[in-house]
């Protein structure tokens, strides 16, 4: 038997990096829930996987509560200020789930501390750094619950990444 696959909410703007992760989630059947207040520029990228991969599992909402509320997974990127309004709507939505930090390697030392203040700010969920080489498809996954590590190392890897360590 197959295990039910992991809904995972993105928040943050939709760069290179943001768009590459979910392109490789979606084609390994995840259900993507994209959060923004700029739902045109989501419904764009939607289409577009949509397009390429006709049975994509995607939905866009502005509401970050109730799609944090709906997912498994909560993603969130070093280029997303951690605005204490965000956190705080989604902080009661998040608890005892996994919260991951995706950054590039090149912003390793902004994004530990991100990490440290989120989980801060979230005492209740499970806080994972993911940090992206721009160069290709490897990550390195690092945070305190070994569960959640494993967990989001075999999520990327079922997505086509290779998970250079784990920490």
Sequence with gaps: MMAVKQTIAFIGAADELYTVLVKKLAQANYPLLFISNDGYRYQQLTDQIKSDIPNADIETTDCAKEA??????????????????????????????????????DNHNLSSIQ?????????????????????????????????????VSEIFENAGFIITEKV
Excluded: Y
């Design 115 to 151: 990490t440290k203040d989120l989980q801060s700010m979230l005492p209740n969920s499970k806080v994972i750094q993911v940090f992206h080489d721009i160069s290709g498809l490897e990550l390195l996954v690092s945070g305190a619950d070994q569960e959640a590590i494993e967990l």
């Design 68 to 105: 944090c509320w709906e997912a498994d997974i909560i993603a969130l990127f070093d280029n997303t200020t951690l605005e204490k309004e965000l956190i705080e709507r989604i902080s009661a939505v998040a608890t005892q789930k996994i919260v991951i930090c995706i950054s590039t390697s």
